[in-house]
């Protein structure tokens, strides 16, 4: 049996062997947390490279992924990373705005992919060869790479919104519904990178409709 390194490669090597050159992986990461931006990455990787301890970003430790980012970004052919925010959340919803986000990824490359690999979201818009791979992740070695450069990103955003909002505790909870988050909303409210339509976050801006127009009436 092949080792789990080695199965990460499957896909771009059955690609290569049919002739394809810039094979770009597209993941996202900041999908389900109350508080800010959707991360997305596309990261085209040099044929046949092997970087020793790729994966799925959130089977790494944080120290392990961030090496990892490092040696990305220092060997890819290109990579992009696009920040949709929390507004375009609200007003799109989390499923569009994340394929608006991985469609401005690879929108945004300088080098043209001639294949892309995208994890578990279908991209039927991208006039490129395409491939939606549940667990892509997991599975292949350039959509690992970019679930490291966009976990890693976003990581690193919500440690800047720490320090700016920092009753929330978003350097541990990445803006999550942990525990401590929820009791935080609870006395404080919601701040500026919530998001309005997440439960239990929506139920605070309900309230306020409610009361503003009690004050119109």
Known sequence: MKDQKMNLYEYEEALYDHGYHAICGIDEAG???LAGP????ACILPPFL???????????TA?????????????AIDYKIVFV?????????IYQATKKGMLAAVEGLN?????VLIDAMPLNELKIAHDSIIHGDARCASVAAASILAKVTRD???NKMDVKYPNYGFRKNKGYGTKTHMEALEKYGPCEIHRKTYAPVSKYFSKQLSLDLKIED
């Open 50 to 60: 092997r970087i020793e301890g790729i994966n799925d970003s959130k089977k790494l």
């Open 31 to 33: 999908r389900g947390p």
């Open 85 to 93: 925010n929390e507004e375009d959340v609200d007003h799109l919803n």
């Open 63 to 75: 120290k392990k992924r961030e090496e990892l980012y490092k040696i990305i970004i220092k060997n």
């Open 156 to 158: 690193d955003y919500m």
């Open 38 to 41: 959707v991360v997305v990455a």
């Open 111 to 115: 080098i043209q992919p001639d294949y």
